[in-house]
């Protein structure tokens, strides 16, 4: 079971800069599908720390929209975005388990659903794209942005399979699902799903977004941002971990500093899934 509120938010904070850039330009490069007519409900699936919100989601609404509700698993969180969030107008908070349960009271409620770096960790994906569907009013559409895989992550995954590893890591895609990291075709995969739950003009794409960390120090404090899992490692198994982790990104090619120019850039690198879908 995952739990949230394992994140630390003051670590949590030092990836915005990656988080920020990274949605930025997912959503300039898909700012057609976001049309507004005004006087939308919206809500915000995966908040975090409302920092995403507040410099990216919130410049972009009309003035007269109704509401904007930021839903999180963690009450760590959703203490840090309340926070963050209290100067401005029409914002609630709900904590909510997105792959639980709705709540009857809150279906047909949306005219729009965006969640940025949450549907990566929701094992039941059928549940959780249900739920959407179920959120937004009849013409309601979503814009959801996560990851198929990303540098970081892929310092955990491929030191899972190593004999030092494995067992330390055995737990490790409990908490880091990424359901689409082995899919040769996550595109068709999340276009048959929201098609079979009735979700129109399903738009699904998969690019790669390139990104250099500037030195190894960046590299370690984005690391160290990273949810906790399952296991039984004492604090010097940790940071031998975390220096294998590094280690790792290096060998990637991908940390500037420490970069062999005669050798190619580490693929995938961060390999976003992009979805946009209507319900009639």
């Known amino acids: 079971m995952k739990n949230f509120n394992l994140y630390t938010p003051k670590l949590y904070a030092t990836s915005l800069e990656l988080r920020c850039k990274s949605i930025q330009a997912l959503l300039k490069q898909h700012a ?3 049309q507004w007519r005004g006087g939308e409900r919206i809500m915000d699936i995966g908040c975090g720390l409302g920092d995403i919100v507040r410099r990216v989601i919130l ?28 100067s401005f107008r029409n914002i609630e908070f709900l904590e909510m ?20 770096l949450c549907f990566m960790y929701l094992a039941d994906q059928r549940k959780a794209f249900d739920n959407v569907f179920n959120l937004l009013a009849p013409g309601g559409d979503c814009f959801i942005m996560f990851l198929s895989t990303g540098i970081i992550f ?35 995969t999340l276009t048959d799903l929201l098609t079979s739950i009735g979700f129109k003009d399903v738009y699904v794409k998969k690019e790669d977004f390139f990104h250099l960390y500037p030195n190894v120090e ?17 604090n010097k198994e940790r940071e031998e971990l975390l220096e294998d982790q590094i280690k ?29 879908a209507k319900r009639p």
């Open 32 to 34: 057609d599908k976001l």
């Open 218 to 234: 960046k590299l370690t404090e984005n690391i160290k941002t990273m949810l906790d899992f399952p296991n039984s490692m004492t």
């Open 248 to 276: 790792t990104a290096i060998s990637f090619n991908v940390v500037e500093g420490c970069r062999d120019e005669s050798k190619p850039l580490l693929r995938p690198r961060h390999e976003t899934l992009t979805v946009y």
């Open 59 to 86: 410049p972009m609404l009309p003035p007269d929209y109704t509401k904007l509700v930021c839903v999180d698993a963690s009450t760590v969180m959703l203490n840090e975005a309340q926070n963050e969030l209290k």
């Open 154 to 188: 892929e310092t955990y995954f491929q030191l899972a399979e190593t004999p030092k590893w494995k067992e330390h890591l055995k737990h490790l895609r409990e908490v880091y699902v990424f359901p689409y990291r082995e899919d040769p075709d996550p595109e068709r």
């Open 97 to 116: 388990d997105f792959e639980a349960d709705l709540d009857e009271s809150l279906t047909g409620s949306f005219d729009r659903i965006f969640s940025t």
